[in-house]
């Protein structure tokens, strides 16, 4: 009886000795897709530290979050990644994120970063791409943009719901400040639909349903390397184009909290960044030794960033939202 209790214990402690600690992130669809950064990611921190790193995908980062204020303290989510700037101060209302204890002092953004909450792991630059091979004059500013001819359609992302969306309405608001509605009335007949997230915004402009998408300046990106294809391009806005750098944060709740830290702490390594450019379509927040890819040399670089306020986002979204939705349901 007493060999059998303790080939028991032994065998039980052979199991804690070797059961692997899972991770759990939750993020969007594209970030989490097979062609997407995550398989790479997941391999690679599986490996360094003996653990399961595992990736929720929901269809947006908002819809992640969503997801993890209607689960609360239960959620399953050790991390959220995905959000932005604009939209960390709503993450941080929440009250479910703990603080990083991540030293940032090495990121190498084109905005210098203080948040103690949230770290960053890429950035870009928000832009209309287009079909080089189909439209030959693009428009060089949204004033343009908004004087096409009549039978012009661009394809755009809810504000709602996605960050490219939510992008798209500052960087009007923060050209056009009380005049912004005026505009989104102008552009509204040139809107050919509105989607809930970027992955079905983009392709439908691929199948060729619209003259434009909102989009990435990094995105003509992956079009050059994967396929060789240099017709797609970004409208290129003299005036400056919005930023967007996306981070992510570790959840109160969270049982793995060391785990979840290293993860964040991974994302500012050379490994993680090596493999942001060519899976996520993004900058890199750190240097490299390897540096970007050749495809990157040829694609465009904003000389002007446009970036509002985290705090002021939040303070005024849900009026930026209503004025929208005012200006285009008419």
Same mark, same amino acid.
């Given at each position: ?6 080939? *028991?214990?032994? =065998?039980?402690? $052979?199991?804690?000795?070797? +059961? @692997?600690? !899972? /991770?759990?992130?939750?993020?969007? &669809? ?63 209302? *929440?009250?479910? =994120?703990?603080? $990083?204890?991540?030293?940032? +002092? @090495?990121? !190498? /953004?084109?905005?210098?970063?203080? &948040? ?215």
């Amino acid at each position: 009886m007493y060999k059998i209790l303790i080939a *028991t214990l032994v =065998f039980i402690g $052979s199991m804690n000795l070797y +059961s @692997k600690e !899972t /991770l759990t992130i939750y993020t969007y &669809d594209s970030f989490a897709a097979s062609w997407g950064p995550a398989p790479l990611i997941k391999k690679a921190f599986d490996k360094k530290y003996n653990c399961d790193l595992k990736f929720v995908a929901t269809d947006s980062s908002i819809g992640a979050l969503r997801k993890v204020q209607i689960e609360g303290k239960n959620t399953k989510a050790d991390i959220l990644l995905g959000l932005d700037t604009n939209t960390a101060e709503l993450a941080r209302k *929440t009250g479910l =994120f703990a603080k $990083s204890g991540v030293d940032t +002092s @090495k990121l !190498t /953004l084109p905005k210098k970063w203080s &948040d103690d909450e949230f770290v960053p792991f890429d950035y870009s630059y928000f832009a209309f791409v287009y079909d080089s091979n189909k439209l030959k004059n693009p428009p060089t500013s949204l004033k343009e943009l908004a004087n096409t001819p009549k039978n012009f359609k661009i394809i755009i992302e809810d504000p709602r719901s996605s960050t490219p969306g939510l992008g798209l309405l500052l960087w009007v608001k923060s050209v056009y400040k009380d005049k912004a509605k005026e505009y989104w009335k102008k552009l509204a007949p040139h809107i050919l639909t509105v989607t809930k997230g970027w992955s079905e915004a983009y392709n439908l402009f691929l199948k060729g349903e619209a003259d434009m998408v909102f989009s990435y300046t990094t995105s003509p990106a992956y079009h050059i390397i994967e396929e060789k294809k240099y017709n797609y391009k970004t409208a290129n806005f003299k005036a400056g184009h919005y930023a967007q750098i996306e981070i992510a944060g570790i959840l109160k709740s969270s049982k793995h909290k060391k785990l979840a830290k290293e993860f964040l702490n991974f994302m500012l390594s050379e490994q993680f960044a090596n493999i942001i450019p060519t899976t996520n379509w993004s900058y890199p927040v750190v240097k490299t030794q390897k540096g970007l890819p050749k495809g990157y040399s040829t694609i465009y670089v904003p000389k002007k960033m446009i970036l509002m306020d985290g705090k002021t986002v939040e303070k005024h979204r849900k009026a930026y939202i209503n004025e929208w939705l005012e200006a285009i349901s008419k």
